[in-house]
Each structure stands twice: as C-alpha cells, then as structure tokens.
C-alpha cells in the first residue's frame, strides 16, 4: 500500500529528485500561516527598534548603538533566514537553487553570531556602567562603540568565511537527490565552532551578568540605608543608580531568554549534528530562531523610549519636521 504522506518528488522531471512528503491540506496551511507570521513579526518589530534608534536623536547612545546591532542580526533571520527554512520545513524540499544553498549556511551563522556577540558587548556595556558609573561616560564613547560594533561584525563575518571556505567554493553542492541541500562541515569542526562561536561567548555573558546582578544588589543595599535628607540632597545620583539597575536588569532578562532558546538546540548538535530533519532538531533550531522575534517583545515591556518611539512611528509622527528631537524617554526631565 502507497504511503499517503509521499506525494511526489521535489524534481518530478529528474530521475535523481528527492522523495517530497505531503502533508494535509488544512496542516500545510497551518504551517504556512504560523511561519509566515514568525518571520513577518520578527521583521516589523525590530525595524521598529532600528528606526526608532536610527531616527529619535535622543536614543543615540552607546549602549543603544549596540541593541540596533542586536537588532540588524535579528532582522537578517527574521527576513532571510526564517522564510528559507520555513519553506524547506513545509515543502520537505530545496528550492532555491545551488548558489543559495552554498551561502546560506554562511548568511545565517553571520546573523546568529551576530547577534551572539552583539549580546556579548550589551553585557559589558552594562557591566562598566554599573561598576563604574562616574567615568564611563569617558570610557564607553560613541564613536568606540561604533567601532568595536563594526569589527566585532567583521570578525563574524571572516571567521564565518574561514570555518564555511570548502562548502562556499565547492562548485558541486553536497546532496544525496535533488532537492536537498546539506552542509559540508567535519563533525570535529562543529564542536570546535560550537566552543568558540557558543560556548566562550556564552560563559562570558553569564559570568558579566553574574557580576552585574551582584553589583547592582549592593547598590540597593546603598540606597535604601541613605536617609530622606540624603536622598533629597543626592537626588540625581540616587536617579541614575536606579536607571542603571533597571538597565542591568532587563538585559539580564535578554541574556536569560537568549540562552535558554539558543542552548538546547547548540546543544543538540551533539546529538543530531547540522543536517538532521527530525522532529525534536528541528523544534529546537525554531526556538533558537524565535529569540529574535522575542528580543523587541523585551524592550516593548522595559524600556520606555519603545513604547513612546513606537507609537509616534506608528502614527507617522516621525514624518513631522524636528521629531528626530522628540523626547521618547520620560525618565529623562
């Protein structure tokens, strides 16, 4: 009896074409719509963040300029690499071609590496503003900042380059059948990528947040044994220690969400290695993938300036001339 679930193959004219797998009707459809919203989402709420960072001339600051990093590597998966891996989920076939699939896998470890140590340099941004609150406004500077952003993206992009180099010059795509489009790494090359591209980065963020929480738990301590008089006459550093440990706190919460959505699936590889299609692999590679959609949903909730931003963004506001000088942050007097 013929298997329902094989309908055809992906090339039915090749002899050489992979098995594609059909599925109901009513869940194809389903499928479709829940990842054509992921993607869509994860698009529109980070070009939120962009154009609000990009735009609002008050939100031009350093640890800012590293969240717009944050979210450029989100908006790259969420328009590149999630359509590309939604429709391979969906159609059980590869569609786009030889040349796509030797840069893909290169396209979307630059975005997840990315954004990996955009989340490193949030971290140590937060970790000398919290320490030392007095002088870094003279050791983190906007143009510094702009600097270690744009290397730190080229290190990812040449690292990327060096670890992907035989499956980007291969000139004939590794593939059992057409329709398919694997990646050619060594197993001992993904631990080793797995170590240095997770592992490290990972550990450093932990161990910064760490630091963080502890530092800012004893500037609680501080200002809730100065007395009312002391407050009052201390009034605009009392302000800013509350704002740097409200700022320590929400990228705790990033960091938190990001690795309990990237770890599993980093994790995995152990197990099912990069080019599995089983169910598990293939849940936790979109979870890892949804923390991108997740990011924006954190700063919608946390911080002020999104909300404000986002409503004038909304409301074409920002089309007004001179709304770049806007006040988006009420905390700011």
Known sequence: MEDPWIADRCYPALNSSCTKFARPKALYIIMYIFLSSISVSTV??????IISISHFKQLHTPTNLLILSLAVADLFIGLTVM???GSRLIETCWYFGDMLCNIFPFITLVAVAGSLWSLVLVSIDRFIAIRDPLRYSLKVTH????IIVVLSWCFCLLYMFFLLYDHLTDMEPHRTCHGECLLTISFSWIVADVFVSFMVPCSTVIILNMKIFCTAKYHTKVINSVTERERAGNKDTIRSKKSSRKAAKTIGIL??????CYMPYNLSIFVYGTDSYSYVWTCLLWIMYLNSCINPIIYALFYTWFK???KHIITLVILHPGSSYFNVNSDVK
């Open 44 to 49: 529109f709420l980070n070009l939120l963040v």
């Open 83 to 85: 359509p590309v891996e």
């Open 143 to 146: 143009n510094k900042v702009v």
């Open 255 to 260: 960091v938190t969400v990001y690795l309990l």
């Open 308 to 310: 404000v931003s986002t």
